[in-house]
């Protein structure tokens, strides 16, 4: 999974776009953190760990992390951090991502309805079928449990 995330992460941006693709995916994570909220510590170290295993940033990923919550926090609405995801991501690039919404709804061990439903917005944005939405969310659920 991380693989194909990787691969997102290393699509060229054309020249004059204002999201890169790292920070498009990154804002995304952001969103379901923040749609609660509250803010755990494990859901943040979620979010970075994902960062960390999907780009080759290092320690900038705390960077990355705080220019991802302040983006969020500006921004009006998911459609111009999807809209850079729609113009390259293959549809298995994209349901990776889904999986990893997940993994940070799921990392406090509660789902919230808030983020549920941010999931659900993202995935409709991305136009991702209802089906993959769910595969998604059975995905990660089995793979925490089995944990």
Do not use: C
Not at 74 to 103: C, H, P, R
């Amino acid at each position: 999974m991380f693989k194909v995330l990787k691969n997102l992460f290393s699509l060229p941006a054309e020249q004059g776009e204002q999201i890169s693709y790292q920070k498009a995916v990154a804002a995304l994570l952001m969103e379901v953190m923040l749609a609660d909220h509250h803010v755990t510590d494990e859901e943040e170290t979620q979010v970075k760990r994902l960062l960390r295993d999907v780009s080759e940033l290092g320690d900038d990923v705390d960077t990355l992390f705080e220019e991802a919550r302040a983006g969020v926090e500006q921004a009006n609405d998911l459609y111009q951090f999807t809209k850079v995801i729609n113009e390259t991501a293959t549809l298995e690039q994209k349901m990776s991502l889904l999986k990893g919404l997940w993994y940070v709804a799921l990392a406090d061990g509660n789902l919230d309805a808030h983020e549920d439903h941010r999931i659900r917005i993202i995935s409709e944005l991305l136009f991702m079928p209802h089906s993959e939405f769910i595969q998604a969310k059975l995905f990660v659920q089995n793979e925490l449990k089995s944990d």
